[in-house]
Nanobody, 116 residues
Framework: QVQLVESGGGLVQAGGSLRLSCAASRSIVSIYDMGWYRQAPGKQRELVARITSGGITNYADAVKGRFTISRDNPKNTVSLQMNSLNAEDTAVYYC??????????WGQGTQVTVSS
């Protein structure tokens, strides 16, 4: 079993920045694909950014150029640096670990609120 714990959410003004972190309970960050997802009220959960075990990243079009996903293998953490935040970024952000083709693990989520 894998536990994922997110931190770093909060309230920020439009144009500001936040850095989310996700800590894994086991040494999986270097071997699983890791992702950040978000779910706004009344909307489906959507992919924000993902990094494969090989280091390939992909981003949702809405966050390209503003968000950066990274991982620290020795610390078993994955981070999401979010810059130039706007009201549309308001959502609960979830960390996920993908054991590709086998199982997905999810964190409990952290709220990000951007005031305009």
């Amino acid at each position: 079993q894998v536990q994922l714990v997110e931190s770093g959410g909060g309230l920020v003004q439009a144009g500001g920045s936040l850095r989310l972190s996700c800590a894994a309970s086991r040494s999986i960050v270097s071997i699983y694909d890791m992702g950040w997802y978000r779910q706004a009220p009344g909307k489906q959960r959507e992919l924000v950014a993902r990094i494969t075990s090989g280091g390939i990243t992909n981003y949702a079009d809405a966050v390209k150029g503003r968000f950066t996903i990274s991982r620290d293998n020795p610390k078993n953490t994955v981070s999401l640096q979010m810059n130039s935040l706007n009201a549309e970024d308001t959502a609960v952000y979830y960390c996920a670990a993908h054991w590709v083709g086998v199982k997905d693990y999810w964190g409990q989520g952290t709220q990000v609120t951007v005031s305009s």
